[in-house]
């Protein structure tokens, strides 16, 4: 029972670098999300995947973009980190709309960028 | 866009204590969740609320989505320490963004044993 699986669980970057965080769910959901985690903010919808080969932009989505690989994964990648891209990044997945919002997240990659 | 006011932001209390927080929106919402999230992990889906007025229980957790669908409440009973986290409430909306959650920004909860 992996549900939701995110890699890593933590990275350090240094300011300017690139990398893409991983998040597959193994729950058959259409609905793919990525948020972040900041002290005092709650969770902010950075990307959000409805479907398989559709994504859109969330609350918070610059600095950032998505890949829809296939419906078990979608990934969040970071062309230029900058320190304020430090913070915790949960991906989350959801069967779909209506009665089936209800989503489930990963453990979460914990991202420090100096 | 949609936004939660979720309070208190924190709580200190102690064992056996009965924890009640809160929602509210300037908008409708279609759906209420609740969530709990421990240190160091995700946040896990406690109660599901689909309907206004409906009110739900969980053990000793019961949750309410308000008769307005602009608010919702999770009441906790007897609390016990492994009650600690971070607890937030997440609304569904209406339109065409219907498959989108909103988060409040949470309650955090310290249980003195």
């Known amino acids: 029972n992996a549900g939701v699986t995110q890699t890593p669980k933590f990275q350090v970057l240094k300011t300017g670098q690139s990398m893409t965080l991983q998040c597959a769910q193994d729950?058959?959901?259409?609905?793919m999300y990525w948020y972040r985690q900041d002290p005092g903010m709650g969770l902010r919808l950075i990307y959000y995947?409805?479907?398989?080969?559709?994504?859109d932009k969330g609350e918070v989505p610059n600095g950032y973009n998505v890949s829809r690989l296939n419906k078990r994964e979608f990934s969040l990648r970071l062309e230029s980190a900058a320190p304020s891209q430090t913070s915790v990044y949960f991906c989350?997945?959801?069967?779909?709309?209506?009665?089936?919002?209800?989503?489930?997240f990963g453990q979460g990659t914990r991202l420090t960028v100096v | 866009g949609q936004q939660l006011n979720q309070s208190p932001q924190s709580m200190f209390i102690q064992e056996g204590e009965d924890v009640s927080m809160n929602c509210t929106s300037s908008?409708?919402?279609?759906?209420w969740l609740w969530y709990k999230q421990d240190p160091g992990e995700g946040p896990v889906l406690l109660i599901a609320?689909?309907?206004?007025?409906e009110l739900t229980s969980n053990g000793r957790l019961t949750a309410q989505f308000g008769i307005t669908r602009k608010d919702s409440f999770l009441n906790i009973s007897a609390s016990i320490p492994s009650d600690v986290g971070i607890y937030f409430c997440?609304?569904?909306?209406?339109?065409?963004?219907?498959?989108?959650?909103?988060f409040g920004k949470g309650t955090l909860l310290t249980v003195n044993p």
């Open positions: 995947s409805a479907s398989e080969g559709t994504t």
């Open positions: 997440a609304g569904q909306g209406s339109g065409g963004s219907n498959y989108k959650l909103t």
């Open positions: 989350a997945s959801s069967l779909s709309g209506g009665r089936n919002t209800e989503a489930f």
């Open positions: 908008s409708i919402f279609n759906t």
């Open positions: 609320l689909y309907k206004a007025g």
């Open positions: 729950m058959n959901h259409n609905s």
